[in-house]
């Protein structure tokens, strides 16, 4: 699985951020301030694994809070690309 982070921190370089809109925030149950994903660095690790925690004791489908829009995720994953494709994005494997 890769997966790229998210930060309140707003990004110093703008190309390597998304910002996360309010109403995806909103319909995920996260919280109301700003949010960006970071571009510049994807994590890799076998799913499930230790990184993951359940929102629900015991119940491991509880991983995920949910999935964004269509037109967000190939947003990410479009802008992801071209930012690894520049070799400005770093892929940290982070199974031990």
Same mark, same amino acid.
């Given at each position: 699985?890769?997966?790229?982070?998210?930060?309140?921190?707003?990004?110093?370089?703008?190309?390597?951020?998304?910002?996360? $809109?309010?109403?995806?925030?909103?319909?995920? #149950?996260?919280? &109301?301030?700003?949010?960006?994903? =970071?571009? /510049? @660095?994807?994590?890799?690790?076998?799913?499930?694994? $230790?990184?993951?925690?359940?929102?629900?004791? #015991?119940?491991? &489908?509880?991983?995920?809070?949910? =999935?964004? /829009? @269509?037109?967000?995720?190939?947003?990410?994953?479009?802008?992801?690309?071209?930012?690894?494709?520049?070799?400005?994005?770093?892929?940290?494997?982070?199974?031990?």
């Amino acid at each position: 699985m890769t997966v790229l982070p998210i930060t309140h921190s707003e990004p110093i370089d703008a190309s390597l951020a998304l910002e996360i $809109p309010a109403s995806t925030k909103a319909r995920l #149950g996260l919280d &109301a301030e700003r949010s960006w994903v =970071v571009l /510049s @660095e994807a994590n890799r690790f076998t799913w499930p694994g $230790p990184d993951l925690r359940p929102l629900i004791s #015991g119940n491991s &489908a509880s991983v995920a809070y949910g =999935v964004v /829009s @269509e037109d967000f995720y190939e947003k990410v994953r479009a802008r992801f690309v071209s930012v690894l494709k520049a070799r400005r994005a770093k892929i940290v494997v982070r199974d031990t």
